[in-house]
């Protein structure tokens, strides 16, 4: 009770109302906040670039805005070229998914599973997948569905526009406001603070840029190779592909599933699943045997085990979301901990210093 000073109490105090606004900002500007966490995830990816053209003679802000120029180019790019045929695709999907269509396609997969396995229950999927269907069909919830589309679209609008933004001055004045943040830490912190986030920095750095080129070579090929086995709409298949094989362990099975599922709705039989199938496995056999050992050599530093349990709590407190940022998250932990275990075993700063009693001299 004697090391209960009033400075203390003070601190703790200024502690607790800073935690309590940092949260309330987070609650009620989510979306900003969201923005920001982009920008930073962009700056990130993009500073190497940035350092090169600086270290080649090239002004840093002329370097920022080459590289974001050359980002902003390439979204165009995808925009007008890429978009609409994706777009294209899915429309033509989307017409093909009828109720009808859904429950016939059902009965014959249901009706060429159970001649495979004879434990499956009759009526087990055409019942199931006609509810389904009738949800989502179900007239009454299509204006929120796409209010939540015209909402997303708004979203990303703005997103254009904020976040290569806040990503310029976070590439031209990340150095000083790492400065400014750090002053307010105390002395005997500093170094410890400074190391932890030059580790973070780097290694989610490094991941991000890892799991976007992993993403677009994934969906390149799975376009490709999709295209060459006979798909129609390979390319919106293959960009969907891309994305999901960003979440580790679920992304393969859901690229599986899912050119299975085109498959069957573009030809109303089975002629396509096994190709299809074939061309996704060498697109996974070419991403585990290439593209995972070269690219993931140094982000990842983490057991398998670990990521599969991670990734299913992830799945389990926020769902598809929680998927793709539960492994930035852990290694933000992880990194964390073994930073200040080593500094509490290495730094006096950090060890209680016992005063020992006085000795009385009379």
């Given at each position: ?90 429309i033509e999907?989307?017409?093909?998914l009828t ?135 390979s390319l ?127």
């Amino acid at each position: 009770m004697r090391n209960i000073t009033l400075e203390k109490i003070v601190r703790f105090g200024i502690g607790v109302t800073a935690m309590g606004v940092l949260g309330l900002i987070l609650y009620n500007y989510s979306t900003l906040v969201a923005y920001v966490v982009l920008a930073m995830i962009l700056s990130y990816i993009l500073d190497p670039f940035v350092n090169r053209l600086q270290r080649m003679g090239m002004n840093r802000t002329f370097g920022i805005t080459l590289t974001l120029s050359a980002v902003i180019l390439l979204l165009v790019f995808i925009s007008t070229n890429v978009f609409p045929l994706f777009v294209g695709e899915m429309i033509e999907l989307t017409e093909n998914l009828t109720i009808d269509r859904i429950e016939q396609i059902a009965s014959d997969v249901e009706a060429k599973l159970t001649e495979d396995f004879s434990f499956i229950p009759p009526g087990f999927l055409e019942e199931n997948v006609t509810q389904i269907a009738a949800e989502l069909f179900d007239l009454g919830k299509l204006s929120t569905v796409l209010g939540d589309a015209v909402g997303l679209f708004t979203n990303i609008f703005s997103a254009v526009l904020v976040v290569p933004f806040a990503a310029f001055f976070f590439l031209k004045d990340g150095s000083k406001i790492r400065r400014d943040l750090l002053q307010l830490v105390p002395n005997k912190y500093f170094e410890t603070t400074l190391t932890l986030i030059d580790k973070i920095e780097k290694r989610l750095g490094l991941y991000f840029r890892s799991v976007l080129a992993q993403s677009f070579i994934v969906a390149f090929l799975s376009w490709t190779t999709l295209s060459v086995a006979g798909l129609e709409n390979s390319l919106s298949v293959g960009i969907s592909v891309g994305i999901a094989n960003t979440i580790p362990y679920f992304g393969p099975i859901i690229g599986y599933v899912l050119s299975i599922i085109v498959s069957i709705i573009e030809t109303g039989d089975f002629s396509l699943v096994l190709v299809c199938i074939i061309a996704i496995f060498i697109v996974q056999l070419t991403d585990n045997l290439v593209l995972q050992p070269f690219l993931f050599s140094r982000s990842a530093d983490m057991h398998p085990v670990a990521i599969l349990f991670i990734i299913l709590i992830g799945a389990e407190t926020a769902g598809i979301l929680g998927m793709l940022i539960a492994i930035p998250l852990a290694t933000v932990v992880k990194i964390t901990v073994n930073q200040i275990s080593w500094s509490f075993n290495n730094y006096q700063v950090f060890r209680i210093q016992n005063t020992p009693p006085a000795i009385n001299s009379s």
